[in-house]
């Protein structure tokens, strides 16, 4: 099974093996090569970057996060989160197991897996986020690779970054992916592209009433592949980030076997920030007159169907509170510039637009899923933050910018 994107899909149910009947011997060639040359490396490194492209009624998202890998066999691993979406950080020196939410900047530890398989799993849910790492890794690189295929073609030669490469085809019952693997001695995989159209997305726009057929991609690229050669001296060493909090566990059971409690906004003061907006302008917090204003942050994108429905109610209903102090600021996640003033055009919405272009401002205001509200009251502290559409969204916000208004304290619940 291929560990894909937590933000996007969660989990995809397993399959049986293809039978040789569905496989192209050529591909059966090109993955051996792979995995013996892989499976062989007692030590390996490179850097991957991972895309995940939206695209619905013409509209184009790319999201794109990029890590930095290490292993050394039996199992010490480190991938290491550079640049891009925060996501996270995963270390495991052979006897400490470390992982990092950047986006929140907590951090665990734990004892060190003794194989890379322990390790997968030990890692629960963020391994739906190993970015296919898993399958090159695992004891049975061939059979990881080619678990759950009911079809599998050779597709000829192709360049990529330079290389040739082999590229392959293969067809799962819940997704399709393909695959590039460089010729010559040693073949490293170079690219996978995965389609995520049959895993789930009809049933997503089924639940999601004015949601529309959205097209999920996922690109994986490595480069800069290093095979049986020396690592750096700190290659699995891990250093807290300043500032990070150190908690029982940040994915899977606690010590407890409760979820870990992810620490809200609410009641703090909200995180400065400054932002470029579509028209030029700029959009800021703080915002307006000290003592006197209110601000509304709506976190969203064009590709989210529920931020769909929730951008245009809050638009008009923050509109109505405009000459009462009342600052609106709609901060669009990663998304180009020429999509979005599409999108605002076609849906006839008319709101102030900030960028958030690398999602800092997002990650300051822990956003892990959109549409995310937030409420800012006239002393500069986070009032309440609703995540997803809300249950009678105009109603609730309208009587809380009110309250606010009024210099009242709202309860600071956060509602998922």
Not at 166 to 186: A, I, N, R, S, Y
Not at 234 to 259: C, H, I, M, R, Y
Not at 353 to 380: R, S
Request: proline share 5%; aromatic share 6%; with cysteine.
């Amino acid at each position: 099974m291929k560990r894909l994107w937590m933000m996007a899909v969660a989990a995809v149910a397993a399959t049986a093996m293809a039978g040789e009947s569905g496989m192209d011997r050529r591909v059966e060639t090109v993955v051996g090569r792979a995995a013996e040359a892989l499976q062989g490396a007692r030590k390996l490194s490179c850097k991957m970057t991972l895309e995940m492209l939206n695209e619905m009624e013409g509209m184009r998202q790319e999201i794109t996060t990029t890590y930095a890998l290490a292993a050394e066999r039996p199992a010490k691993f480190a991938m290491r989160y550079l640049k891009g979406l925060p996501t996270f950080t995963v270390v495991s020196d052979g006897t400490n197991l470390y992982s990092h939410l950047p986006m929140m900047n907590r951090y665990a530890t734990g004892p060190a897996p003794k194989t890379y398989e322990e390790l997968f799993q030990a890692i629960g849910a963020m391994g739906a986020n190993m970015m296919f790492v898993d399958n090159l890794l695992r004891d049975d690189v061939r059979g990881s690779l080619l678990e759950g295929v009911t079809k599998a073609t050779h597709a000829g030669t192709a360049t990529v970054d330079g290389r040739e490469c082999d590229h392959l085809k293969f067809e799962q019952e819940d997704f399709d992916w393909e695959m590039w693997v460089t010729t010559g001695d040693k073949p490293v995989v170079l690219k996978v592209m995965t389609d995520m159209s049959k895993a789930g997305m009809p049933q997503a726009v089924e639940t999601m009433p004015g949601m529309q057929p959205m097209k999920m991609t996922f690109v994986n690229r490595f480069s800069d592949w290093s095979l049986d050669a020396d690592l750096p001296g700190n290659a699995f060493e891990f250093k807290a980030p300043e500032g990070a909090v150190k908690t029982d566990a940040l994915f899977g059971d606690s010590e407890e076997g409760a979820e870990p409690e992810l620490e809200t906004l609410t009641g703090k003061p909200a995180p400065v920030f400054s932002l470029e907006m579509l028209d030029g302008a700029k959009a800021s917090v703080p915002a307006g007159k000290p003592g006197e204003t209110v601000v509304v942050l709506d976190f969203w994108a064009s590709w989210c169907g529920p931020c769909r429905r929730s951008l245009p109610v809050l638009a008009r209903v923050t509109e109505e509170f405009k000459d009462k102090g009342v600052v609106f600021y709609a901060i669009n996640q990663q998304e180009q510039p020429a999509d979005v003033r599409k999108f605002l055009e076609k849906e006839k919405i008319n709101c102030a637009v900030a960028m958030d272009p690398d999602g800092k401002v997002g990650q300051a205001y822990q956003v892990q899923g959109i549409p995310q509200t937030v409420l800012i009251g006239k002393d500069g502290t986070v009032q309440a933050v609703h995540v997803g559409l809300i249950p009678d969204l105009e109603e609730t916000l309208r009587g809380q910018i009110k309250a606010l208004i009024e210099g009242k304290k709202l309860t600071g619940e956060r509602n998922d």
